[in-house]
Each structure stands twice: as structure tokens, then as C-alpha cells.
């Protein structure tokens, strides 16, 4: 059953976000993101073309399951009349919980059509698309992602103009899109951006650990957590998180059996969601499956392994060799 926005919106607690990720966050990992606690989901950014013209990778961009709501479809693009049609069509498609807006996006192939965090630089610009998706939306609730600035800090500024237009909750990413992802996230920025607007701020950047969770809660006034490139190698970072704001004993580490077992689950729900097309699934997890080795003991020697791996076979076999006294743990 779908939450109405408002639900999740104003949530009085900490609600913790998935971030969208290309080529990350489908609905398989979004899925096993949500049993581990993840509140909210958001699909990967699709182009406001791509929904107009309805084609096959679309469509995939799109699905989802009923046990994923509440649940965002993000567009991006720079034409206030596309995207609004856009956010018509895929409310009527799919309907989804929200419509996400991404001015946050620093890849060139995005800012060079003036998309993502381009609109960062062109106040006009970002106010007129997101009036224009506002008013397309009508009753469903429009949020936006942005990061702290181009090259400069103007995240207070975008954000009260995007409160103006009546987006109802933002995400801010604590870098300039200059900065990509090196240097580190500015919690004071997003800090500033809490304190200057009404509707809810979730905060993005860093959240590594739930020690680190809990201190940006405490230090910000944001409504909600928003994890992306930890999710990627450590996604029961949500359950650690949420048993910390919960006040319980914090979650023993994942030891390499039970992460084994997690990979190896989530390689075998890839091959379903791929129709049983096992080659095309492994070689779509194999760039899931090095980021899931990071922090392992021989991880370059793993990665090595899986980013040539073609089957589930070679995937379990790789664990047994990495649990050489664990034989018969990991589940057929």
C-alpha cells in the first residue's frame, strides 16, 4: 500500500534514505536495502527523455515491488515543459510515493546537457523546473537533491528557492560539484541549510559508521540520514545505524560467513530479476561484487576474481576459498 508523502515527509524520527545510485540501486539491491532497515527508496536518476519515449532500459529504471514503498522515482534533466510531462507520465505509469528531482548529479555526460548539479549555477533555471514538476505532480510530492554548490557555497540560497516553488523535502550532498566525491562532506553547509527552510533537510556525505550517524544527528538539525557509497560495500550500515538512534547494544560485525551469505543471496535474486539469464545477471553484479570486498582481508587479490566471474558457481567457490574452514556453510 502506498504511504502518502506526507507520512514520510514529516516524520517525527530520523528516517534513513537509500541514495539513488546509476547503476546501483535496482530494485534488487534496494529491496535487501529495505529489509536492513533503509526507510526510504529512490530509483536510479532516469532522464526525463527516456520517459517520454517509454523504452526498454526505462521501463527496467522503473520497476519496482510493493514491499519497496514508500518509493521515489528521480528525474533529471533541464527543460522545465520535458520534465514536467515526464513527472505526468511516470505518476501515471508506475505511481510512485514522490517525484525526486536531481540537481545533484556532477557526471560530465549530465552537467554537459546542463542537467544535475548544472542548474546549481542557474538559480532561473532551477526555479522554473521545479515549479513546473510541482505543479505536474499535483498531489504527489515533489522532493529535490542538490549538493552545497557548483564551485561555490550557494546551498542555503537554492534550497529557499526550492522551498519557494513548493518542493516539499531536500537532500543535500556536503560538496560542491567541483569536489565530486574527494575531499570530505561540509556538515555545516548542510547544517545551514537545516536551520534556513521549513520543510525537512536530509543529510548526505560520509556517513560511515552509525558512531558518525548519530553525531551528525545530534550536531544538525536534519530530519533524516541519507547513505550511498557506504551502502555499496556495507549495506547493513542501516541496521547499525537504526539500533543506535533505537538506543540498543550495538549490532555485532557482519563476520565473513554471514557477508558470504549475503553476497551469494544477492547475486542468486539478480539472476531471477534477469529472467534466470545467468551470464548477463553476473556480469550486471560484478562491479557490486568488488565493492562488497572492500575492507576484506585480500581484497585487490578478490576483485581481481570477480570482475571476470560468469556464473553463481564461481562466486561460491570463491567464498569457500576465502572461508577454508567454514566448508559447507554457504548455502547452494
Given amino acids: 500500500m502506498s504511504v502518502d508523502g506526507e507520512t514520510f515527509f514529516m516524520s517525527p524520527f530520523p528516517l534513513l534514505y537509500l541514495a539513488p545510485m546509476a547503476g546501483v540501486t535496482n530494485t534488487v539491491f534496494r529491496r535487501l536495502c529495505k ?55 511516470v505518476i501515471g505509469w508506475v505511481a510512485p510515493d514522490f517525484i525526486d528531482l536531481n540537481f545533484g548529479c556532477p557526471v560530465n555526460k549530465v552537467v554537459c546537457k546542463n542537467g544535475g548539479s548544472s542548474l546549481l549555477r542557474d538559480a532561473p533555471l532551477l526555479a522554473r523546473v521545479a515549479r513546473a514538476v510541482v505543479a505536474a505532480a499535483g498531489t504527489v510530492p515533489v522532493s529535490a537533491k542538490i549538493r552545497t554548490g557548483w564551485d561555490a557555497i550557494n546551498a542555503v540560497e537554492n534550497a529557499k528557492i526550492l522551498e519557494g516553488e513548493g518542493i516539499r523535502r531536500i537532500a543535500v550532498h556536503g560538496r560542491t560539484k567541483d569536489q565530486g566525491y574527494s575531499g570530505e562532506a561540509d556538515w555545516e553547509v548542510i547544517g545551514s541549510v537545516a536551520d534556513a527552510v521549513r520543510i525537512p533537510v536530509v543529510g548526505n556525505g560520509d ?75 553476473m556480469k550486471a553484479m560484478r562491479a557490486r561484487l568488488m565493492a562488497y570486498t572492500r575492507g576484506m582481508p585480500g581484497g585487490p587479490r578478490l576483485r581481481e576474481k570477480l570482475q571476470r566471474v560468469e556464473s553463481l558457481d564461481q562466486v561460491r567457490e570463491i567464498a569457500e576459498s576465502c572461508l577454508p574452514d567454514k566448508d559447507g556453510f554457504i548455502r547452494p
Avoid at 520517459?51 to 532500459?57: A, G, P, Y
Avoid at 514508500?70 to 507520465?89: I, K, M, N, T
Avoid at 555499496?232 to 565473513?256: D, L, T, V, Y
Wanted: glycine share 8%; hydrophobic share 40%.
Fill in 35 to 89: 529489509e536492513l532497515g533503509a526507510d526510504v527508496l529512490t530509483t536510479e536518476f532516469v532522464s526525463a527523455e527516456g520517459i517520454l519515449h517509454r523504452n526498454e532500459r526505462t521501463k527496467r529504471y522503473l520497476e519496482f515491488h510493493p514491499d519497496e514503498r514508500p518509493l521515489g522515482v528521480q528525474l533529471f534533466g533541464a527543460d522545465p515543459e520535458h520534465l514536467a510531462e515526464a513527472a505526468r507520465a
Fill in 207 to 281: 556517513i560511515s559508521s552509525a558512531e558518525i550517524a548519530l553525531r551528525r544527528l545530534r550536531e544538525t538539525n536534519v530530519s533524516g540520514l541519507m547513505i550511498g557509497r557506504t551502502a555499496m560495500s556495507h549495506p547493513w550500515i542501516f541496521s547499525e545505524i537504526r539500533r543506535a538512534i533505537e538506543g540498543k547494544p550495538a549490532q555485532p560485525p557482519f563476520p565473513p560467513e554471514r557477508q558470504w551469505e549475503f553476497i551469494l543471496g544477492h547475486c542468486r535474486k539478480e539472476i531471477e530479476w534477469w529472467g534466470g539469464k545467468e551470464l548477463l545477471a
